[in-house]
């Protein structure tokens, strides 16, 4: 029953591979996320889906591709890997109010890639 | 720009004292909202509140209460009482109602808190 998953927990690598990271919300939310968590703790924006439609790019470096399958899904891929990218990823989900409003992001269990 | 400012890199506290965590905000826009979320040791992030811009009442949830201040753009978070459960990272965050599809969560750098039994 969990609301925001994401798979796999662990993810230990090394430089130059591709990864991807699975996220799945059963909230039937309309917007999705994904958030970078470095290792002094800062949470930064990476992306915004809605309705699997990209929305918000914070500059990050194009190896990085998100895919919405659906607005259920959104997946992080990432292709050659570096030592920088070590971080927890977490992906989010929030619902759109009427008007445009805004409601809270619930968030998944965060995915902990490590780069060796 | 959109800034959020915890100053308080960590604090430590004996359990049943009572400990308020800072939140200092920026923002151009007269329409947003700002979030307390908790991280604990196991790593998720749990969300405590929401609060948008026109609504300046002070909040209360059992320990937690929330001082909202548009004059100081602070939006602070005391626990009473505070006991070890409560050790985690705080983190302030703020978004801005830009009437799109979709907000962004501008986070502080967060507060670790801890309690001592």
């Known amino acids: 029953d969990t609301a925001v998953s994401q798979t796999p927990k662990y993810l230990v690598t090394q430089m130059g591979n591709d990864k991807s990271i699975k996220c799945e919300q059963n909230?039937?939310?309309?917007?999705m996320y994904w958030y970078k968590q470095d290792s002094k703790k800062f949470l930064k924006i990476m992306f915004s889906?809605?309705?699997?439609?990209?929305?918000i790019n914070e500059t990050v470096p194009n190896r990085f591709s998100p895919k919405s399958p659906d607005k259920a899904h959104l997946n992080l891929h990432i292709n050659s890997l570096e030592l920088g990218d070590s971080a927890v990823y977490f992906c989010?989900?929030?619902?759109?109010?009427?008007?445009?409003?805004?409601?809270?992001?619930?968030f998944g269990p965060g995915t902990r890639l490590t780069v060796l | 720009a959109q800034k959020v400012t915890q100053a308080q890199t960590e604090i430590s506290v004996v359990e049943k004292e009572d400990v308020t965590l800072d939140c200092v905000y920026e923002?151009?826009?007269?329409?947003?909202?700002l979030f307390w979320y908790k991280q604990p040791p196991s790593g998720e992030l749990v969300f405590l509140i929401r609060?948008?811009?026109?609504?300046?009442q002070n909040e209360i949830s059992g320990r937690y209460s929330w001082n909202f201040q548009k004059s100081t753009s602070s939006f602070n978070f005391t626990i009473t009482a505070s006991q070890v459960v409560d050790s985690a990272v705080y983190f302030c965050?703020?978004?801005?109602?830009?009437?799109?599809?979709?907000?962004?969560?501008?986070f502080g750098s967060g507060t670790l808190l801890a309690v001592q039994p």
């Open positions: 889906y809605n309705n699997k439609e990209l929305i």
């Open positions: 965050a703020l978004s801005e109602a830009d009437g799109g599809a979709t907000n962004k969560l501008i």
């Open positions: 609060r948008n811009s026109f609504d300046e």
């Open positions: 989010a989900s929030s619902p759109r109010l009427a008007g445009g409003l805004y409601n809270e992001q619930f």
């Open positions: 909230l039937g939310h309309d917007t």
């Open positions: 923002t151009r826009d007269t329409t947003y909202y």
